[in-house]
């Protein structure tokens, strides 16, 4: 319904973390942040879950809903606890446009207890990958020396974004047997050929067994231009 999960942001949270780590399973990620309202949180804890992570929940017990708690999932609220051996660490939005009021005593005593910063992040270890789904609240969530530091991993997030949501919308045209002759095909084709730079070819949509190595080639081309 929209307001529930975000399929697109969880998988391309998922591939950044792959990428970067080589693994998913066995991984402990922590979702900092509002969970309750959180479309992006959803998405992670299933994808996740469903790879083999497991998975911690941190926030105020007002934003963290008690109901997800489980085999590969933990509730705490507090941060030092959830970043301590963490190899990922997403800080989620404060979503004060969905919330109904009284959350949290003041944005201010949010992020003295839950906000993310280079110090707190520190506690997670050396290899510690920084995820944050944007847009960001700068001084609340998560702070400019984290999400800027070396750990963070949020440029290389919108990066993938656009790869894995045209490889959604390539795979979905070619699933159909959308072809080439088609005009929401020739839209899709003539997006893919300006991005890597071949203005003229359009190859064809097709959804076989390999378009997936179609996508993942494709997206290494995007990115490293």
């Not at 030092?80 to 959350?103: F, I, N, S, W």
Request: hydrophobic share 40%; aromatic share 4%; proline share 6%.
């Amino acid at each position: 319904d929209g307001a529930q999960e975000h399929p697109t942001q969880g998988l391309l949270d998922l591939l950044t973390i792959r990428e970067v780590k080589g693994r998913i399973e066995g991984l402990r990620v922590a979702l900092v942040g509002d969970i309750v309202y959180s479309r992006v949180a959803r998405s992670a804890l299933f994808g996740l879950k469903t790879l083999g992570a497991s998975v911690v929940l941190c926030g105020p017990p007002t934003l963290v809903p008690a109901g997800l708690a489980g085999p590969g999932v933990e509730i705490t609220s507090r941060l030092e606890e959830a970043l301590r051996g963490a190899d990922v660490v997403m800080a989620l939005r404060m979503q004060k446009e969905r919330q109904q009021g009284g959350e949290v005593p003041s944005l201010a005593e949010y992020r003295h207890l839950w906000g993310i910063n280079a110090q707190r992040l520190a506690l997670a270890g050396p290899d510690v990958l920084l995820l944050h789904p944007g847009p960001m609240n700068l001084g609340v969530e998560i702070q400019s020396d984290a999400a800027y530091g070396p750990h963070s991993m949020i440029s290389t997030q919108v990066t993938n974004g656009v790869a894995v949501r045209m490889a959604v919308l390539y795979r979905l045209l070619g699933a159909a047997g959308v072809r080439a002759s088609g005009a929401p095909a020739d839209a899709a084709a003539r997006a893919k050929a300006a991005a890597s730079g071949n203005s003229e070819g359009q190859p064809e949509i097709s959804g076989g067994p390999r378009a997936e190595d179609e996508v993942v080639r494709y997206s290494r081309r995007l990115k490293g231009r």
